[in-house]
């Protein structure tokens, strides 16, 4: 079974960086795209950035230019660099695969952005 563990979140002033990790079990992730997906306080899961097995990537126009989604395929980990942070960046983080619906969801990694 797929398991995912993301880490790298923590407590950060408005304007820092964070780098958030993904690590994924099991031999589907490199055909797979990716997406980090964040949920703010009282809010749905929102699909914030992904990235193809290629290498392509997309990204929600609210984090376009501040955060970069990036993979290595031979570990199996898929990160997003956030700059810029904004208080509105609050909130759990979780990846998943973009496509694959009935991967269970990790604990997700907790981002506090301070004003």
């Known amino acids: 079974q797929v398991q995912l563990v993301e880490s790298g979140g923590g407590l950060v002033q408005a304007g820092g960086s964070l780098r958030l990790s993904c690590a994924a079990s099991?031999?589907?992730?490199?055909?797979?795209?990716m997406g980090w997906y964040h949920q703010a306080p009282g809010k749905q899961r929102e699909l914030v950035a992904s990235?193809?097995?290629?290498?392509?990537?997309d990204y929600a126009d609210s984090v376009n230019g501040r955060f970069i989604i990036s993979r290595d395929n031979a570990k199996n980990m898929v990160y997003l660099h956030m700059n810029s942070l904004k208080p509105e960046d609050s909130g759990v983080y979780y990846c998943?695969?973009?496509?694959?619906?009935?991967?269970?969801w990790g604990q997700g990694t907790q981002v506090t952005v301070s004003s």
């Open positions: 990235i193809r097995s290629g290498g392509s990537t």
């Open positions: 099991g031999t589907i992730f490199s055909d797979n795209t």
């Open positions: 998943n695969f973009r496509y694959l619906t009935t991967i269970p």
